[in-house]
């Protein structure tokens, strides 16, 4: 699986199926089914997606973790470590935003998205924000500051990396079986016209700059359109 940004963090698919069911019918998702996963080695030491002060993520997303506390996304988010994009506990509509190091480590918002329907999911982190999209639309929102700890685990799409040690052989655990697509990572805390753009409600005129963003994608299919700046 392909990093589309150019900056070659390709990511291992173990096990992923690609589909032609997306979201809108053309190219192909990700279905992590049957506790599969991808997981990106970044060969420095697994510290470009750490997040540190600020930090956002996107992607598309069909069903809901089948376990509690199973992430979409993670980098470890557990121990101390990381950040994670996961289901919390049991909760049938609740979406966290697990960050451990500001506090309030698994603040969540709430949207039933479990409707077998394709929906995109922002998480963002910055500038002593902290904030959460379900199809563009913001559905929470909090004042946090301060800095997301490191953590030695990798980048995780559809489970997570318990070895917390970037020394380590990965430690899969945590499988969320859900379908993915076009994901996403800045470093920043991208705007909420950004995230309309990301979600569809705009195409092709964007304010703000990607310029700075490391983006992921999870199958270089759905590309960026031309955006004009």
Same mark, same amino acid.
């Given at each position: 699986?392909?990093?589309?940004?150019?900056?070659?963090?390709?990511?291992?698919?173990?096990?992923?199926?690609?589909?032609?069911?997306?979201?809108?019918?053309?190219?192909?998702?990700?279905?992590?089914?049957?506790?599969?996963?991808?997981?990106?080695?970044?060969?420095?030491?697994?510290?470009?997606?750490?997040?540190?002060?600020? *930090?956002?993520?996107?992607?598309?997303?069909?069903?809901?973790?089948? @376990? @509690?506390?199973?992430?979409?996304?993670?980098?470890?988010?557990?121990?101390?470590?990381?950040?994670?994009?996961?289901?919390? @506990?049991?909760?049938?509509?609740?979406?966290?935003?697990?960050?451990?190091?500001?506090?309030?480590?698994?603040?969540?918002?709430?949207?039933?998205?479990?409707?077998?329907?394709?929906?995109? *999911?922002?998480?963002?982190?910055?500038?002593?924000?902290?904030? *959460?999209?379900?199809?563009?639309?913001?559905?929470?929102?909090? +004042?946090? @500051?301060?800095?997301?700890?490191?953590?030695?685990?990798?980048?995780?799409?559809?489970?997570?990396?318990?070895?917390?040690?970037?020394?380590?052989?990965?430690? *899969?655990?945590?499988?969320?079986?859900?379908?993915?697509?076009?994901?996403?990572?800045? +470093?920043?805390?991208?705007?909420?016209?950004?995230?309309?753009?990301?979600?569809?409600?705009?195409?092709?005129?964007?304010?703000?700059?990607?310029? +700075?963003?490391?983006?992921?994608?999870?199958?270089?299919?759905?590309?960026?359109?031309?955006?004009?700046?």
């Amino acid at each position: 699986t392909s990093d589309s940004s150019g900056n070659n963090y390709h990511a291992t698919n173990a096990g992923g199926a690609f589909v032609s069911e997306t979201r809108d019918g053309n190219g192909q998702a990700i279905n992590f089914n049957g506790n599969k996963y991808a997981h990106v080695d970044d060969g420095q030491g697994q510290t470009v997606f750490d997040g540190g002060a600020a *930090i956002s993520i996107s992607f598309w997303v069909k069903e809901w973790p089948d @376990g @509690g506390w199973d992430p979409y996304i993670s980098k470890r988010g557990e121990s101390g470590q990381g950040w994670q994009v996961r289901r919390r @506990g049991n909760a049938a509509a609740n979406l966290a935003f697990t960050l451990r190091g500001p506090g309030n480590d698994d603040w969540y918002a709430t949207q039933n998205i479990n409707d077998g329907e394709w929906h995109h *999911i922002v998480t963002s982190w910055g500038n002593g924000k902290r904030r *959460i999209y379900i199809d563009g639309n913001k559905i929470g929102e909090e +004042n946090r @500051g301060g800095n997301i700890n490191p953590t030695g685990s990798q980048l995780v799409f559809g489970a997570r990396d318990n070895s917390g040690n970037a020394n380590n052989a990965p430690s *899969i655990g945590n499988h969320s079986s859900t379908y993915m697509d076009d994901v996403r990572i800045y +470093n920043r805390s991208i705007t909420a016209d950004e995230v309309t753009v990301l979600s569809g409600g705009l195409l092709n005129k964007i304010e703000g700059n990607f310029a +700075n963003a490391f983006s992921y994608q999870v199958q270089a299919v759905r590309g960026p359109e031309t955006f004009s700046v």
